[in-house]
């Protein structure tokens, strides 16, 4: 054999080694991408457990303890349940601006309607549920029957439950000594229970109602979405629209329920709320749309809807909650809070974009 022939068979074997190893290293990389996009979850639950494990090696037991843990999910729950709601809407490849109005309104409902008509508070509760699931019905029939853009609709309800909040309310707050004394079923929410205290009632991990609420719901909603008719028609319609229709899905329907059931969550929501500060507030709850949507995009469910698991959802939250914990204990500036999460944010949406190539 010559030089030539042995050179020539030297390049052929190196250029078929190379594209094995390409070849494997895209498989290894499609496999990642496949595993990312059955599971959405699995991403924000690498950070949540990563950034908990940082924060436990900084801090130590400070940031370990049982208190220090069941904290997160005191100042995490009023967010997640709203966060819920703007799952189902972003599911549908949709969004609300509007959540947090319509979270206000509802706990000021509630409160107005008791103190200001003589309502028994239970009443009270059963009215603003009903007007978060109006509100909710109002977004979902301008969206779906009206064909209204959900960003131009919820902004424009925005604006007017913010605004009828205002004006119905007359500004005022109704104290939390009020309520304690004569209606505290408002504060149910806000009640705590201890696990694992000492015999004094010290220490141990400290619960809400709340927060049991909380949890609660994300599990029933994860059932939900994934286990029931509905569940798949709120992700067929996220993913495509027209050919969800074609297999027989009412959209519009599926679309005024997403909405209505967002409604009624964020008034649950409301009265959490109430538990939560103590008191009804009309000033409260000013940015539970914002931090809505940075625990859902963080949490893994694609704004591009038809993709997500609302137990990403769950993480996300959370994960804001550590960082701001976790941060507030090493005492670092607020800043980095901020700084922190706004990465996340786009290091989130770039994940869900490459992640969404493996169907392209």
Request: net charge neutral; hydrophobic share 55%.
């Amino acid at each position: 054999m010559s030089s030539q022939d042995n050179y020539e068979s030297a390049v052929d074997g190196a250029s078929t080694r190379v594209a094995e190893f390409d070849s494997q290293r895209r498989g290894a990389v499609h496999s990642v991408q496949h595993a990312l996009h059955v599971t959405p979850a699995l991403v924000p639950l690498i950070v949540l457990i990563s950034a908990t494990i940082v924060f436990a090696l900084l801090l130590g037991d400070r940031f370990l303890s049982p208190f220090a843990l069941t904290l997160i999910l005191q100042q995490v729950q009023i967010v997640g349940i709203v966060a819920v709601a703007q799952s189902l809407v972003i599911l549908t490849a949709g969004i609300d601006l509007s959540v947090g109005a319509i979270m206000v309104l509802s706990s000021v409902v509630m409160g107005q309607f008791t103190f200001r008509y003589g309502l028994p508070p239970e009443l009270s509760i059963i009215l603003g549920l009903a007007c978060g699931t109006l509100m909710g019905f109002i977004n979902g029939f301008l969206v779906a029957v009206l064909k209204l853009p959900p960003f131009i609709v919820t902004l424009g309800m925005w604006q007017i439950v913010l605004a009828t909040n205002f004006l119905y309310s007359a500004n005022e707050t109704i104290r939390s000594q009020d309520i304690e004394a004569e209606a505290p079923i408002l504060q149910f929410f806000g009640s705590t229970f201890r696990i694992g205290a000492d015999e004094a009632g010290r220490g141990g991990a400290v619960f809400t109602y709340g927060v049991i609420f909380m949890l609660i719901l994300f599990v029933i909603m994860a059932y939900v979405l994934k286990h029931t008719a509905w569940g798949r028609h709120v992700y067929a319609v996220g993913d495509d629209p027209e050919a969800a229709a074609l297999s027989g899905v009412n959209v519009r329907g599926t679309i005024i329920s997403v909405y209505m059931l967002a409604g009624i969550i964020c008034a649950f929501a409301g009265w959490a709320l109430i538990g939560r500060i103590g008191s009804v507030s009309p000033t409260s709850g000013q940015f539970a749309n914002i931090e809505s949507i940075t625990a859902v995009v963080i949490g893994g469910i694609s704004l591009f809807g038809g993709r997500g698991s609302i137990l990403g959802t769950l993480f996300g939250a959370l994960i804001v909650g550590v960082f701001t914990l976790g941060l507030r204990l090493a005492g670092a500036d607020a800043q980095w809070t901020y700084l922190l999460i706004g990465v996340l944010i786009i290091a989130a949406v770039a994940v869900d974009q490459w992640i969404r190539k493996v169907s392209a």
